[in-house]
């Protein structure tokens, strides 16, 4: 057993007390929707890691029992929710769990909810899931946070103002990658045989898929990876990494070259990359 040490217990505090006065100081740079939104996140989250470490105990077990994934999960959308009808009351809200709730006086803004992207990942104990969440203005995505527990790292993009990720340190700017040919990149997709046979014969350098949509759209964003493909969506999949990814420089559109909410939330496969591997790519998807 190590012994209590009251002068390093100290110096945790004022390190810990350091960080969330930077962070606070950045936060003030940023626009009120936007604190209102990672103060959420943050506030949603903050037993999550426990649960999270805790279902890393459970491994050893045939599985992590569902009802306490299922409580974990909802906990989390319910504090999300709590926060942001509390910040903004008459906003619609549009969540995985929940559903839609209708907006107030008439307001033309919706929040859209995934409270863990990726819960086959956290269920498993593997740290590749997030908290999304987006905002909308009639039909377009506005604003946009992408939170992880585990790393703290909090990615966010407001339409018109670009695309940063905020680490316990610094905020940077989100560029996507810059790599035009197919030889070149990292793709992320989820398995599906004839896709995978396309590409294998395009010769593109390496495919993965991490289990978790928004996360994959914020690692394309920093240029982690080059292409994702996807399908299927739903809207809380999409927004907020829809937003990151344009903001950073990249585009999001169906196989057919459609870019607009409807279109992406329908049957057709979208494509997110650069501007310089899109037509690159339908071409290789085309050929089926």
């Known amino acids: 057993m190590v012994a209590y040490n009251p002068a390093a217990a100290l110096r945790k505090r004022e390190a810990l007390g350091r960080l969330e006065q930077k962070e606070q100081q950045r936060l003030s740079s940023l626009s009120p929707i936007l ?7 943050k506030k949603a989250t903050l037993g999550l890691s426990r649960d999270f470490a805790e279902v890393g105990q459970l ?16 906990h989390v959308e319910k504090a999300l929710i709590e926060a942001l009808s509390t910040a903004r009351p008459d906003y619609a809200i549009v969540s995985k769990l929940s559903g839609k709730k209708a907006a107030k006086n008439g307001s033309q803004y919706t929040w859209i909810v995934n409270a863990i992207d990726g819960m086959d990942n956290f269920a498993h104990a593997r740290s590749d899931f997030v908290v999304a ?9 506005i604003t946009s946070v992408i939170y992880h527990p585990v790393s703290s790292d909090v990615y966010f993009a407001q339409k018109g103002n670009g695309a940063f990720v905020m680490t316990p340190n610094a905020n940077q700017r989100l560029r996507i990658g810059e790599r035009n040919r197919l030889l070149q990149v990292l793709l992320s997709v989820k ?8 590409l294998g014969k395009a010769k593109v350098k390496s495919v993965l898929y991490n289990g978790c949509e928004s996360l994959t759209f914020a690692q ?26 344009r903001e950073a420089g990249g585009q999001v559109c169906t196989l ?9 939330l329908g049957n057709e496969e979208l494509i997110a990359s650069n501007l310089q591997l899109l037509p690159e ?3 290789t998807l085309s050929k089926r």
């Open 191 to 198: 398995p599906d045989k004839e896709q995978l046979d396309l």
């Open 256 to 264: 057919s070259g459609k870019t607009d909410l409807k279109a992406l």
């Open 281 to 283: 790519i339908q071409k």
């Open 220 to 245: 394309l964003a920093t240029g982690q990876l080059d292409i994702t493909l996807h399908k299927g969506l739903e809207i809380w999949d999409l927004a907020a990494g829809l937003l990151l990814v």
């Open 133 to 141: 969440l987006a905002l909308q203005e009639n039909k377009e995505i």
């Open 59 to 74: 491994q050893g077990v045939r599985e992590a029992p569902e009802r306490f994934l299922a409580d974990t999960q909802a």
């Open 35 to 41: 604190n209102v939104m990672i103060k959420a996140v």
